[in-house]
């Protein structure tokens, strides 16, 4: 393994334990969404964004929106491990008062790029924020995360249009296909069919990978870039809940807290 | 060049300030959604093609785009029908806009019954009290096309989110060339001791002709515009209730949760004094011509007047 491959994953294993360790301690919060974007977020904060922890608001930065806003305790992680503030905040995850709310809060939080949680919103403040780098004559980069049962919602696929329709070849969207939502499976609750399909169809250029291969999402990276004039959606085949045994493929886990023998478990799968 | 008393729909000057902003600030981007012939962005879009964004039939996602915009440094103004951009996109304005407190403006034209023909679907009558309950939403209700200008150019100036309603419609213009609009106060259009009335938008004008009716009953009445019904200037509506110990508020709105409201509760909370709201009762629009709209629900100086001889007769 390359020393890059190892570092990632190295900090993908840490975020994935402060995803236990701060749902554990909140006694609410989304595991397993959570878990399933953890290499993702680890590539894209310690390998494919520019920015930089001293300076939230550098105007150079590239940006990521957290659509699926539940998985904020991921995000946090990865700001807490690259700097932005103290890991030891992240226990504070959804208290009163807390810099961590339950759902992502730009104005609460170094490094959070949008207010996220109502689901479907987050591709279209990506279009705009790519949007104005594009009027900017800007070189940064935006990148965004859906969740597979996400789009389901009418406002993501308005989205998908405006970023085709701009051309917006600075935007980078990852769907995290976990498979599964809160209600079951996408296929059960309203099934898209193939997803690369229907975005392909709206003209996107779409690439499908393991959303838990760190080659994989740096190669996909690495062809968005290449790709001129329309934007690049990548379908990231995840397992919700991935890392942790008896959370991994449970829908179960999209929304309940582990109890602290749980945590401990899960913390020990994680131990290496 | 005065244009009082001419009558000119204020998004007109929704419009026109639009332009004027596009030449001062390169910072000003239009977005529109379907709609810019009648919004009056087209002005605009002509003269600015690569700082306005069509958006298509999709509300939703414009209010989401002038999200990611302001949240990059831009500042949008999202434009759309009254209906469109709080009913529909009430979501988006809440949660991507209004709660991070991002700097979008919120150009909503063809509020209220004065659409006329179209009927209940496109008649806003709830989206002051929609917008108003937003934490740090600004709410401005211009009367006619000299405050419009001057509104839209304060909302470019103030930072956070602010959310201006325009008509379709023709208003006769009640300023002068010298009326200066400030964000967050109220202005004084005549003086009086015998009761006040509070109007907005459509209403100012038809405010000051129940005024006047009602001097020559030998009643002095109060005029004030609330131009900005979100901060409301309570200092003034006090000030009224407490000088004229009588209120009528005036709007071309549902009684419920609009400037009737918000006047009601500065009042009830300070200083309790007989009251009236004129506005559309809990109903929903309908089509017919503008006037007639008006004058079917009592959106008229006549009406005005006479709910002044009432809460005047209730006074202790
Ligand atoms: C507009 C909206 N509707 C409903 C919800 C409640 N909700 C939160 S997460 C979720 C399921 C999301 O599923 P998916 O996008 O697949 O997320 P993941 O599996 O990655 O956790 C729902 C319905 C919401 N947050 N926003
Ligand atoms: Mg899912």
């Known amino acids: ?272 | 060049m005065t244009m009082l008393g001419k009558k000119i729909a204020t998004r007109e000057a929704y419009g026109d300030a639009l332009v004027e902003l596009g030449k001062e600030n390169p910072n000003v981007v239009v977005l529109d959604a379907d709609l810019s012939a009648s919004t009056r962005t087209s002005k605009f879009a002509a003269q600015f093609p690569e700082r306005f964004f069509q958006m298509g039939i999709a509300e939703q996602d414009m209010m989401g785009t002038a999200a990611g915009l302001a949240a990059a440094g831009k500042i949008p103004f999202a434009s759309t029908f009254a209906m469109f951009a709080t009913g529909r996109a009430y979501d988006q304005v809440r949660n991507s806009i209004g709660y991070p407190g991002l700097n979008v403006k919120i150009g909503a034209t063809h509020a209220g019954v004065t659409v006329g023909e179209d009927g209940a679907t496109h008649q806003a009558l709830e989206d002051i009290a929609l917008m108003r309950a937003i934490p740090g939403m600004t709410v401005i209700v211009p009367a006619d096309y000299v405050e419009a200008v001057q509104a839209v150019k304060a909302a470019a100036a103030h930072v956070g989110p602010v959310y201006l309603r325009f008509t379709r419609g023709g208003v006769p213009v009640v300023f002068g060339d010298d009326y200066q609009f400030q964000l967050g106060k109220a202005a004084l259009l005549r003086d009086g001791g015998d009761a006040t009335i509070i109007a907005c938008g459509v209403m100012v004008g038809a405010a000051l002709e129940a005024a006047e009716a009602l001097a020559g009953e030998g009643l002095s009445i109060r005029v004030l515009n609330m131009g900005t019904i979100k901060p409301l200037d309570g200092e003034a509506v006090i000030k009224a209730a407490r000088e004229t110990g009588a209120v009528v508020t005036a709007e071309e709105h549902s009684i419920i949760g609009g400037l009737g409201s918000a006047v009601a509760e500065v009042l009830g909370e300070n200083c309790p004094v007989p009251m009236k709201r004129v506005g559309v009762p809990d109903v929903f629009g309908q089509s017919g011509g503008a006037g007639e709209l008006l004058e079917h629900y009592g959106l008229t100086a006549a009406n005005v007047a006479q709910r002044v001889r009432e809460v005047v007769g209730r006074k202790a």
């Open chain 1, 1 to 272: 393994m390359t020393d890059k491959k190892s570092f990632l994953k190295e900090k993908a294993r840490q975020i994935r334990r402060h995803i236990i360790t701060m749902t554990g301690a909140a006694g609410s919060g989304h595991p397993g969404g959570s878990l399933s974007i953890a290499d993702i977020v680890a590539a894209l904060y310690f390998e494919i964004m520019k920015h930089d922890p001293a300076n939230p608001n550098w105007p150079e930065r590239d940006r990521l929106v957290l659509s699926k806003g539940h998985a904020a305790p991921a995000l946090y992680a990865a700001l807490a491990e690259a700097g932005y503030f103290p890991v030891e905040k992240l226990v504070e995850l959804r208290r009163l008062g807390s810099m961590l709310q339950g759902h992502p809060d730009m104005t609460s939080t170094p490094g959070v790029e949008a207010s996220t949680g109502s689901l479907g919103q987050g591709l279209s403040i990506a279009n705009g924020m790519a949007l104005a780098g594009k009027l900017d004559g800007a070189s940064w980069r935006v990148y965004v995360i859906l969740g597979d049962g996400e789009i389901q919602e009418g406002q993501v696929w308005e989205a998908a249009m405006t970023s085709v329709h701009r051309g917006l070849d600075n935007l980078l969207a990852f769907v995290d296909y976990n498979g599964l939502q809160i209600d079951g499976t996408v296929t059960d609750v309203k099934s898209l069919g193939r997803v690369a399909d229907r975005f392909a169809s709206f003209g996107w250029h779409v690439l499908e990978i393991d959303g838990h291969d760190l080659d994989q999402i740096l190669e996909a990276d690495a062809k968005a870039r290449e790709t001129k004039g329309r934007p690049t959606l990548v379908v990231a085949n995840t397992v919700k809940g991935k890392g942790v045994s008896f959370m991994e493929g449970k829908v179960d886990w999209h929304g309940v807290a582990p109890k602290p023998e749980q945590v401990e478990q899960a913390l020990a799968e994680l131990a290496n």
